[in-house]
């Protein structure tokens, strides 16, 4: 077991309960010694509001990798929300899209990600065959995109964004929310305990195979144990979190359904900006740990010379980081812009 991830952990435990106490409501006198940062509404919306930047981390993982940096990201991003809600509420409606259609948010969807790409494309043109470095060509950008963005809007707000695009944000539309549920939540959290047991085993099998030294079997029970109560638990936390009594009355209303006295609760699940966030950060684990374009990004981060000479296309690997980082930033856009349901410089 790592001493290092579990000195991280102990810092993040003392972390949450310092601001759970500082964020006040403990009255021992009354009974009450929680205060409101570790409750399941405050949780649940912290990452909600962290999963647009967690999408661009995983980007950004690769890019330090390979001796590089993007200081553009954020206003790749800012510049981005700006075009699709400026689509969404003038463009595709000027050309004859009526407000609603779901063509608006697949187009504009669809359109941002191509954007964040290209522009990351164009960056890493930049740096990789014209040699310049990256924290010019990003600082650069930085600048750039940031003033773009206040270009196509001219400083204004635009809002709201299309109502099914309002749930990638995780956001309520209607009585639809940009979750899951409970049912499905949980699924996801036995499923995540299946995938950790199951790597865990694999990763045994292959160490047995080519004969290097495994861990003690209790070290394999602990982590394993400890995987599935942390996935399971996350999940608990997240259903305690309940629809506002407003949507629910409106819900009920909708679907003929009485609301008894005690009330009705009915659970948000994981939300969709999170699911998209863990997705991610699943395939760019897999991208960078079991695939040829990952080893080449960790052979020419640790020896640009070498990795040349082995024959990687370096300049190539180069853009495609950075075509990849800004396509990443424009799905984090997408995020931000559908939490807000507005986009402004």
Request: aromatic residues 10%; proline residues 4%.
């Amino acid at each position: 077991v790592d001493s290092r991830i579990l000195g991280m952990i102990a810092a993040l435990i003392i972390i949450w309960v310092w601001f759970d106490i500082y964020s006040g409501r403990i009255r021992p006198a009354d009974g009450i010694f929680g205060g409101s940062f570790l409750t399941p509404r405050n949780l649940w919306i912290l990452l909600v509001q962290t999963s647009s930047i967690a999408v661009m981390t995983t980007g950004m993982v690769l890019i330090i990798v390979m001796r590089q940096i993007d200081l553009a990201v954020g206003s790749i991003l800012g510049f981005v929300a700006v075009v699709i809600g400026t689509a969404q509420v003038f463009w595709l409606p000027a050309l004859g899209l009526p407000v609603g259609d779901p063509l608006i948010w697949i187009i504009t969807l669809a359109m941002g990600i191509a954007l964040g790409a290209s522009i990351g494309a164009f960056h890493g043109a930049l740096i990789a065959y014209a040699g310049i470095p990256s924290f010019i060509v990003t600082l650069g950008g930085l600048i750039v995109w940031r003033g773009a963005a206040w270009a196509v809007i001219r400083g204004e707000t635009v809002a709201p964004m299309d109502k099914t695009f309002k749930l990638i944000g995780g956001g309520i539309s209607g009585t639809t929310p940009g979750s899951i549920g409970d049912t499905a939540s949980w699924i996801i959290g036995a499923l995540v305990c299946v995938a950790i047991v199951a790597a865990i085993l694999g990763g045994r099998r292959q160490r047995r195979r080519f004969k290097f030294p495994l861990r003690p079997i209790w070290a394999e029970v602990f982590l394993a144990s400890a995987g599935c109560a942390l996935a399971l638990g996350a999940t608990w936390v997240i259903n305690s979190y309940y629809w506002p009594k407003g949507v629910v009355d409106r819900y009920a209303a909708e679907v003929g359904i009485a609301v008894p006295p005690e009330g009705l609760f009915i659970s948000f699940g994981y939300s969709i900006p999170v699911l998209i966030a863990l997705g991610i950060g699943v395939a760019m684990t897999f991208m960078a740990t079991r695939t040829r374009f990952g080893r080449y990004v960790y052979a020419t981060g640790g020896n640009p010379e070498a990795a040349e000479l082995a024959g990687i296309n370096t300049k190539m690997l180069t853009l495609k980081i950075f075509a990849l980082m800004g396509g990443l930033a424009a799905v984090s856009a997408c995020i931000s812009s559908a939490r807000l349901d507005s986009a402004t410089n």
